[in-house]
């Protein structure tokens, strides 16, 4: 896409070779045809004024205006009366490569997983919030400042995570990162240094994210099943791991909550092994017909790190998360954060933060909460006219739906035939620990899908998920 400047005149990176033998206008004419090929000069791009671009080579402005009118003689460029020179859209630009397989563009229906509605992103909101809060940031701000994270951010996200997530905040052992992932490994290497070898995971889970956040940690990683009523702790117990990545609120995948009777389990077991738990807190806001569930943070906070960021809640470009650290971590979790970036953008924390006082982040959830319940909805109507006798669980609460194929399907044909017919499936495979495709499953991410393309897609593919 061409880069549309704005008062100043574009610079243009050419080299001129007065021993060459070669015209100077010939070299001109020769290097900027050669951008254009390329593609460094993009359609529409503006071209430095003939009187920039000679004093910038050290030519007569005369010399760069032929230049100019001959390439545009040849369709490389258009000149109009009192408006800039640009790369004309008949250009000979070789075409931009196509996508690879799978992306959603060309797609009837891409139910790909854990992505938000990023159309729906509350962009006035995050100006407004920004403006917001450069209008009060003091200049004391601009510094590195206290690798946490804003004290203004922290208190804020202390408060709100008390308030909706029955979680015991101190917004002093709170720490602002860059999204899940630093969170994830910032948390790991902090149980690495209090002597924490092995770390558990949920099994079907992440089991790519995790491992590799453990072997960057020195950890190794083990999975651990899980049923009806959440991770298994008997099964935890056996692994000998001090340490559990847990995704309790709505299991990541399946949809399961951990049960009251697991929780207790889970925090005995956590004093006992003088172990902790990792919760991850991923998507706790969006919830449709089942009670609120609190964090286990709330429940034992010298026992969990509880991570949470806004990738499901705004949108994952904003790369911001935090830790809820439990107090004998905190101060090695702050540590490897100062050593790792000396901290996140401050800006965007003071904006948050203000997004979040001011109200506009609850009400951008409520809105967010009635469209994807009636995706939801559009889901479940559509799979049971396209392709009834599917069952479908996991969807009490967040964007994305499981569905069980029939013990007989091939999950990989299957998601092979349906992007034959341009709908984008994704198997449950990956999450498994071992990579099995037995027993087959599809994971329906309906986040980033409108009804309309839900129902389209449902239909598209219908025959396949019943074996037709």
Not at 142 to 153: A, F, H, I, T
Not at 281 to 299: K, M, S, T
Not at 329 to 356: C, F, M, N, W, Y
Not at 388 to 405: D, I, K, N, R, T
Request: proline letters at 6%; glycine letters at 10%.
């Amino acid at each position: 896409m061409a880069v549309q400047w704005s008062g100043r005149t574009p610079g243009l990176l050419l080299s001129l070779d007065r021993e060459s033998g070669e015209q100077l206008r010939a070299q001109v004419e020769r290097q900027v045809r050669e951008a254009i090929r390329s593609g460094r000069l993009q359609v529409g791009e503006r071209l430095p004024s003939s009187r920039e671009l000679a004093l910038g080579l050290g030519v007569s402005r005369g010399l760069v205006q032929e230049c100019y009118a001959q390439l545009q003689a040849e369709g490389y460029l258009v000149t109009r009366v009192g408006a800039a020179t640009r790369v004309a859209s008949g250009a000979h630009i070789p075409p931009a490569p196509a996508p690879p397989p799978g992306t959603g563009p060309g797609l009837l229906a891409d139910f790909r997983w854990g992505v938000p509605d990023l159309g729906t992103f509350p962009l006035d909101d995050w100006l407004w919030a920004l403006r917001e809060a450069g209008r009060a940031m003091p200049t004391a701000a601009l510094d590195y400042g206290d690798p946490r994270g804003s004290s203004v951010l922290r208190e804020v996200l202390a408060g709100y995570a008390r308030r909706v997530r029955a979680a015991a905040a101190d917004p002093e052992r709170m720490v602002v990162c860059s999204g899940y992932a630093q969170g994830l490994g910032l948390a790991l290497r902090a149980l690495a240094r209090a002597g924490v070898r092995t770390v558990a995971y949920e099994d079907p889970g992440s089991p790519a994210t995790v491992s590799a956040a453990a072997a960057s940690a020195g950890l190794s990683a083990v999975p651990v099943p899980v049923d009806a009523h959440g991770v298994d702790v008997r099964a935890l117990a056996a692994t000998g791991a001090r340490a559990v990545v847990l995704t309790p609120a709505h299991q990541w995948p399946t949809g399961v909550v951990l049960s009251p009777g697991r929780r207790r389990e889970l925090i005995a077991w956590a004093v006992r092994r003088d172990a902790y738990v990792v919760e991850d807190d991923y998507d706790a806001e969006f919830r449709y017909d089942r009670e609120p569930v609190g964090a286990v943070q709330g429940l034992a906070a010298d026992r969990v790190v509880s991570l949470g960021t806004v990738s499901k809640s705004l949108a994952p470009a904003l790369r911001i998360g935090w830790l809820l650290c439990p107090p004998a971590l905190a101060e090695d979790v702050v540590e490897h954060k100062r050593l790792s970036d000396r901290g996140s953008p401050t800006l965007d924390q003071l904006a948050l933060a203000r997004l979040i006082e001011s109200g506009r982040f609850d009400r951008h959830l409520r809105r967010m909460r009635t469209t994807y319940a009636a995706r939801r909805t559009a889901l479940l109507e559509a799979l049971a006219e396209h392709a009834p006798g599917v069952a479908v669980s996991g969807l009490a609460a967040g964007f994305h739906a499981v569905a069980h194929l029939d013990d007989a399907a091939d999950e990989g044909a299957v998601i092979a035939a349906a992007r034959a017919r341009s709908v984008g499936l994704y198997g449950m495979s990956p999450c498994r620990s071992t990579g099995a495709t037995a027993p087959p499953r599809l994971v329906l991410g309906f986040g980033n899908v409108g009804e309309r393309a839900i129902r389209a897609g449902v239909a598209a593919v219908g025959g396949l998920l019943v074996g037709r």
